[in-house]
């Protein structure tokens, strides 16, 4: 009601991931992203609030000229104007004519590279040169929970890439891990300093600092902390842009320099996604069955293989349980289904799973 937009009843969820990383997204643009283990290490926050479905990543737009702001996606701004959510095998999209600006947000993972891309593709129809900014906001959590983990967070900018870098050195299993966040578009300024970005009184609906020019450049210690990427840039009629933001962990500053390389690379950028599409299509049609019920085929033919390896084998996360543990019993059991369509992987999971059973 009011300005809020209609939203289904219950949060309506892709879980998108390879074997290194994956994340959450829901139609209104909330979730989180974890490296390795879901439960263990989430590198942003997991919600189990199916009302409220809060975000713990946003991105923002403004228009320099006018000081408007508003989202790619339906919420934590909220608008009236419609947007179209596709959920895929390996993307999700967001499509949206906002302010004059026809845009399009996918979000996805390579098939191995342990990042998360979220692709934000702007158009101006008009006849007028358009003056913008697209941030990028992340609340760090490199553990379980924010609430054990944010006071033992430390926070640089790489003076190599610029990139905003994050590690916490107490965390059991991934110490030695970076997280990382950054954009392929230069100017840019950054923060890590959580109570800039949002303000005293401000929310994710109203941060404080989408009302300044741009971000401090703080990094270290000693605040509550979080990943603001901020990227300022024009755009001239008729002209068409991609803003890539990126997030990730690697186990070393080398391969977070190369995966930022890597990705900052349009060309490059096009083939991964290429890659995915190509990798989920050959996966989930080597099996095909038909029927007369269309909606039967529709789930067997794709979204119920889909999940059985995107959510119950290198997610193990979702909504109501994000245990990311391994199970002998229900992931021997789900890994049946691929006996087909990959037996490589349904062998590698039984013995991973023999390994452990003693």
Same mark, same amino acid.
């Given at each position: 009601s009011g300005r809020y937009p209609s939203l289904p009843p219950a949060p309506w969820i892709n879980v998108i991931a390879n074997p290194n990383l994956g994340f959450l997204v829901s139609e209104t643009g909330a979730g989180f992203t974890w490296a390795g283990n879901s439960q263990t290490n989430r590198l942003t926050a997991w919600s189990n609030d199916p009302v409220i479905d809060p975000p713990s990543e946003v991105i923002y737009l403004r228009d320099e000229s006018t000081d408007q702001c508003w989202c790619p996606t339906p919420l934590p701004i909220p608008s009236q104007e419609p947007t179209l959510v596709t959920?895929?095998?390996?993307?999700?999209?967001?499509?949206?004519?906002?302010?004059?600006?026809?845009?399009?947000?996918?979000?996805?993972?390579?098939?191995?590279?342990?990042?998360?891309?979220?692709?934000?593709?702007?158009?101006?129809?008009?006849?007028?040169?358009?003056?913008?900014?697209?941030?990028?906001?992340?609340?760090?959590?490199?553990?379980?929970?924010?609430?054990?983990?944010?006071?033992?967070?430390?926070?640089?900018? $790489?003076?190599?890439?610029?990139?905003?870098?994050?590690?916490?050195?107490?965390?059991?299993?991934?110490?030695?891990?970076?997280?990382?966040a950054d954009v392929n578009l230069r100017p840019r300024t950054v923060t890590a300093d959580r109570g800039e970005f949002l303000g005293r009184h401000g929310s994710l609906a109203s941060p404080a600092a989408l009302s300044r020019v741009g971000l401090s450049g703080r990094a270290g210690t000693g605040f509550d902390p979080c990943a603001a990427i901020q990227a300022t840039f024009s755009l001239d009629p008729g002209e068409t842009k991609d803003v890539v933001f990126m997030m990730g962990e690697?186990?070393?500053?080398?391969?977070?320099?190369?995966?930022?390389?890597?990705?900052?690379?349009?060309?490059?950028?096009?083939?991964?996604?290429? $890659?995915?599409?190509?990798?989920?299509?050959?996966?989930l049609q080597t099996v095909q069955v038909h029927t007369p019920d269309r909606s039967f085929d529709l789930l067997l033919n794709g979204w119920l293989l889909y999940q059985v390896l995107a959510c119950r084998l290198w997610a193990r996360s979702a909504f109501y349980q994000s245990g990311g543990a391994f199970g002998f019993r229900d992931q021997l059991q789900d890994v049946m289904a691929l006996l087909h369509a990959d037996p490589g992987i349904a062998r590698d999971q039984i013995l991973l799973a023999a390994s452990r059973q003693f």
């Open positions: 959920h895929a095998f390996g993307f999700s999209v967001f499509h949206r004519n906002s302010h004059g600006l026809p845009h399009e947000l996918t979000l996805f993972v390579p098939t191995e590279s342990p990042v998360k891309l979220l692709r934000l593709r702007l158009h101006n129809p008009g006849d007028q040169p358009r003056r913008l900014s697209a941030t990028y906001y992340a609340e760090w959590v490199l553990g379980a929970s924010r609430e054990t983990t944010s006071t033992h967070l430390i926070t640089e900018i $790489d003076p190599d890439t610029g990139a905003l870098i994050a590690r916490n050195p107490f965390r059991q299993d991934y110490d030695d891990r970076l997280a990382f690697a186990e070393s500053l080398d391969r977070v320099r190369a995966l930022i390389d890597q990705f900052r690379d349009p060309g490059r950028l096009t083939r991964t996604m290429e $890659d995915v599409g190509r990798s989920w299509s050959t996966l």
